[in-house]
Structure formats: structure tokens, C-alpha cells
């Protein structure tokens, strides 16, 4: 299971795939159904959309 939050290094996040079991370490657990990555020029921003209908949001 990968831990995703502010302070994962952008490798990790970067090498995040459809699939893999991740979570927030609070309530958000689950499978990536897909991902999606934003640039505002001031943050990259992860989007990580789970099976169960949530989503992780890192900004880093």
C-alpha cells in the first residue's frame, strides 16, 4: 500500500499507477481507477480518483 499526502517524494507520486492500493493514512483506502496531474504554476497538483468514488489530492 502506497501513503500518499505532502509529504511523499515526487518520485513516488509520479510512479503511482492504475491499480495500486493507496491511502490518505485517514479515512480515503483504495484502488487507483485514475490519475490525473495539474500544473498552476505554483503547485503540481495529484489527483488520484479511487474505485470507491473518492479522491486523493496532493499538492506539492
Same mark, same amino acid.
Given at each position: 500500500?502506497?501513503?500518499?499526502? /505532502?509529504?511523499?517524494?515526487?518520485?513516488?507520486?509520479?510512479?503511482? #499507477?492504475?491499480?495500486?492500493?493507496?491511502?490518505? @493514512?485517514? /479515512?480515503? @483506502?483504495?484502488?487507483?481507477? /485514475?490519475?490525473?496531474?495539474?500544473?498552476?504554476?505554483?503547485? #503540481?497538483?495529484?489527483?488520484?480518483?479511487?474505485? @470507491?468514488?473518492? @479522491?486523493?489530492?496532493?499538492? #506539492?
Amino acid at each position: 500500500m502506497i501513503r500518499l499526502n /505532502s509529504e511523499t517524494p515526487d518520485d513516488v507520486l509520479r510512479d503511482v #499507477k492504475i491499480g495500486d492500493m493507496v491511502t490518505d @493514512t485517514f /479515512s480515503k @483506502t483504495g484502488l487507483v481507477e /485514475s490519475i490525473g496531474i495539474d500544473d498552476d504554476g505554483l503547485y #503540481k497538483i495529484y489527483e488520484f480518483y479511487l474505485v @470507491t468514488g473518492r @479522491t486523493i489530492v496532493v499538492k #506539492k
